[in-house]
């Protein structure tokens, strides 16, 4: 039985990969889980300088899953590299960054950075909606994803790039084909979708951000059916998210056409959620006699 | 609850992440502090407050839950000091008795209990029994024992007899003007914060509080680097 799969040149023992910003940088799941296990660790969005991030309340929960808010905190792409790259890569599993900015400069100057260090392959964070500039303003048309992906594709010359699209917008094939225009090796999706909870008691929003990402179980048939879209708007490879919970909502997602699949938020829910994933495809794949796990990526038929 | 591995290494002022739902609704787990070590045995007190501790409540003896725990690096400091005072509020009262229980024989101890009326007065007896040196329960109508606030009566008491410690847990107003006060007397104090929370480990960082570090103002977590903060350093 195979289980590995090729995004775009990153070579992963299965498709299954973890969610920039929902993992941090794979510390504080350690304890839990066995790293070396997952196809491949998408890193917290991670800029250029550090990032405070947003004031506090920064989630809350809503039907379906959750609202964040939490604005890019990190520490900058320096302090990863001295302090956790070394660390995360002790384990057998793909390292990709998720590089995030506000200006195309600052991109291009992180990537410039990214392309020299040990890791295997870039995720590009157009699609942030709590930041006020850069991430949103780029990644919703396809002239914004084009302009910037080619910009930084000529400094991110040694490591596959992925660009992380957002699903607040009409058509995402649109920004989906401005990063394969542009030279992207693949796209990831979806991102969080724009919601907003009130306190009526308070009559002001719960988030401090006034609007958050959802994203849960709740958004899982918007990414199944942007991926499907995309997957036949493209052909570069699909990197799918978007509430995945277990084994059967991964192959839903590969079903549709993603190559390989990201657990979110569901890893704060259960923090074996990603294991159990990997474990339920196997699974599936023996009650279908599936040999390849390639073998049904975009393979859904149409009514 | 049972939990040998929740207990051998639980510390007061941690916490647990309670798994409140097999179908995903509510998404999330409860965050919810440990009350009491006994043996193996856990205890948690928490109110009702909305479907995920209805859920919680309704759990049956006998039954297994999924728990995450203990959590937290930033826990109360129990070591050897002249006298402390321990103060809570409503549901902030229940962390606290861990915490008076391991201080017992280490200070003279006094406990300060504040309740919105008698309705609400909790673990009164289990305080009593631990037996301080001195113990305030509190109701802001004066409808059980005291009339008024628990920190008016540590006040008092602070003024007559210096503390070198202040221990805090209950609503954030309550915990202000407890840090406040304490600045002004330089009296060191720690105090239990809570944020809303997603992961509860230090991964998804949503329960951020504002904490100063070499000068700089950066967010810590209260899953993480609390829920117990030194009330100086935090700016909530």
């Given at each position: 039985m195979n289980t590995q799969v090729n995004l775009c040149g990153i070579k992963?023992?299965?498709?299954v990969t973890v969610a920039s910003g929902t993992f941090g940088y794979g510390r504080e799941y350690a304890d839990y889980i066995d790293?070396?296990?997952?196809?491949g660790i998408i890193t917290k969005?991670?800029?250029l300088k550090p990032r405070m991030g947003n004031p506090s309340p920064r989630i809350c929960e809503v039907p379906g899953g959750m609202l964040n808010s939490?604005?890019?905190?990190n520490p900058g792409v320096e302090y990863f590299a001295e302090n956790d790259l070394p660390w995360l890569r002790k384990f057998d599993t793909k390292i990709i960054v998720n590089a995030c900015g506000s200006t195309i400069d600052e991109y291009v100057e992180l990537c410039r950075i990214l392309n020299k260090l040990?890791?295997?392959?870039v995720e590009l964070?157009?699609?942030?909606?709590?930041?006020?500039?850069g991430c949103l303003a780029f990644g919703t048309t396809y002239e914004g994803v084009k302009e910037v992906t080619s910009q930084v594709k000529k400094v991110l010359t040694d490591k596959p790039l992925i660009v992380k699209l957002t699903p607040?917008?009409?058509?995402?094939t649109l920004p989906a084909k401005g990063a394969e225009d542009a030279g992207a090796d693949g796209v990831s999706g979806i991102n969080t979708l724009l919601g907003m909870k009130i306190d009526i008691d308070k009559k002001?929003?719960?988030l401090a951000n006034n609007t958050g990402g959802f994203s849960g179980p709740g958004i899982r048939s918007i990414g199944v059916r942007m991926v499907y879209q995309m997957s036949k708007a493209i052909s570069i490879p699909i990197l799918g998210m978007g509430g995945i919970t277990n084994g059967d909502d991964a192959i839903e997602y590969m079903l549709a056409g993603a190559t390989a699949v990201s657990i979110g938020s569901s890893n704060f829910a259960d923090p074996e959620t990603s294991i159990k994933t990997i474990e339920g495809i196997e699974k599936y794949m023996k009650k279908h006699n599936i040999?390849?796990?390639?073998?049904?990526?975009?393979t859904v038929q149409m009514n | 609850m049972r939990a040998p591995e929740i207990t051998k290494d639980a510390k007061p002022g941690q916490f647990l992440e309670l798994k409140?739902?097999?179908?995903?609704?509510?998404?999330l787990r409860r965050p919810i502090s440990i009350n009491s070590i006994d043996g193996d045995l856990v205890t948690i007190i928490f109110a009702v407050k909305g479907k995920g501790t209805e859920l919680l409540s309704k759990v049956e003896v006998g039954k297994k839950i999924d728990i995450m725990g203990p959590?937290?690096?930033g826990v109360f400091e129990v070591q050897e000091y002249n006298n402390v005072a321990i103060i809570g509020g409503g549901l902030g009262s229940y962390p606290l008795y861990e915490l008076t229980k391991r201080l017992k024989g280490k200070t003279s101890i006094n406990v300060y209990l504040g309740f919105r009326?008698?309705?609400?007065?909790?673990c009164e007896k289990e305080f009593e029994e631990i037996g301080v040196n001195k113990l305030v329960i509190a109701t802001d109508d004066g409808s059980?024992?005291?009339?008024?606030?628990?920190i008016d009566f540590m006040k008092k008491d602070i003024e007559e007899h210096m503390v070198d410690r202040i221990f805090a847990c209950g609503p954030t107003p309550m915990l202000r003007a407890i840090k406040k006060y304490a600045e002004e007397n330089n009296i060191p104090c720690q105090v239990s914060l809570e944020e809303r929370m997603g992961?509860?480990?230090?991964?998804?960082?949503?329960c951020a509080v504002k904490v100063k570090e070499d000068g700089n103002e950066v967010y810590k977590h209260v899953c993480k680097d609390g829920p117990v903060f030194f009330a100086k350093d935090v700016d909530f």
């Open positions: 992963m023992k299965n498709p790293l070396n296990r997952l196809g969005g991670t800029s939490i604005g890019l905190q040990d890791i295997d392959g964070n157009l699609s942030c909606p709590n930041v006020k500039a607040n917008v009409t058509d995402i002001r929003p719960v040999e390849d796990i390639n073998s049904i990526i975009g | 409140v739902s097999e179908t995903g609704e509510p998404f959590l937290g690096k009326d008698k309705s609400v007065v909790t059980y024992k005291e009339k008024g606030f628990a992961c509860g480990i230090g991964a998804c960082l949503g």
